[in-house]
């Protein structure tokens, strides 16, 4: 069993849609929490970084956080086709500490 | 968020030559520098981990003597591909992250062994 698991999707869903990406994990030591997005063949950018249970926003993205289900998701609000990338979720067991990342879902976003 | 450059983004090179990488946080100082390896349609592979002023920590199955890892101040450290071949062909990512902070990432290199 992987670390964290990550469905590689694809996903498609239509312009203005609400997305909704997870992650579960089976370390429970694990303690920080970061979504990136990255695009074809581009370094990955960080998105979200939460390091307790229950919900963070930032503008259209929503990362949620729940540790005794072992489970993240980031929800992305009016989605649009420059969202149209793959999103990593990753986590580590302290600040600065390597990071255990999931395959990655790739979404599309169509018009 | 802050910046992390890498350099160059893209290199063809011959097999048996060496190819350097660098990797630089251009706003923080990056006290742990990590080095990852992604093929295409697959997440990344942590290569190594580094600190500055130490030795690299490789990962299991990772050639310590043929990607030599140096990081030797708080805003740089390098990737040495050394004699390369078309099976190290691949995208090569950096990322540097501060002392308890998250972890930022370098665009990325394309490494093609011809």
């Known amino acids: 069993q992987k670390e964290v698991e990550q469905d590689p999707g694809p996903l498609s869903v239509p312009e203005g849609a609400i997305v909704s990406l997870n992650c579960t994990y089976s370390?429970?030591?694990?303690?920080?929490f970061m979504w990136y997005r990255q695009y074809s063949r581009k370094g990955p950018e960080l998105l979200m970084y939460?390091?307790?249970?229950g919900n963070k926003e930032d503008g259209r993205f929503t990362a949620q956080v729940d540790k005794s289900s072992k489970y993240i998701s980031l929800f992305i609000r009016d989605s649009q086709p420059s969202d149209s990338a793959t999103y990593l979720c990753?986590?580590?067991?302290?600040?600065?500490?390597?990071?255990?990342f999931g395959t990655g879902t790739q979404l599309k976003v169509e018009l | 968020g802050a910046v992390v450059s890498q350099h160059p983004s893209w290199v063809i090179c011959k097999s048996g030559t060496s190819v350097k990488i660098e990797c630089r946080s251009l706003?923080?100082?990056?006290?742990?520098m990590f080095w990852y390896r992604q093929f295409p349609k697959q997440s990344l592979m942590l290569m190594a981990t580094?600190?500055?002023?130490?030795?690299?920590?490789?990962e299991q199955g990772v050639e310590k003597d043929k990607f030599l890892i140096n990081h030797a101040s708080l805003t740089l450290s390098t990737l040495t591909v050394t004699s390369a071949h078309p099976e190290d062909s691949s995208f090569y990512i950096c990322?540097?992250?501060?002392?308890?902070?998250?972890?930022?990432f370098g665009q990325g290199t394309r490494l093609t062994v011809v």
């Open positions: 990322s540097a992250s501060g002392q308890n902070t998250e972890a930022f």
């Open positions: 370390n429970s030591a694990f303690q920080y």
């Open positions: 939460t390091y307790s249970s």
């Open positions: 990753a986590m580590s067991t302290g600040g600065g500490n390597k990071l255990t």
């Open positions: 706003d923080f100082q990056a006290t742990t």
């Open positions: 580094s600190n500055e002023g130490s030795k690299a920590t490789y």
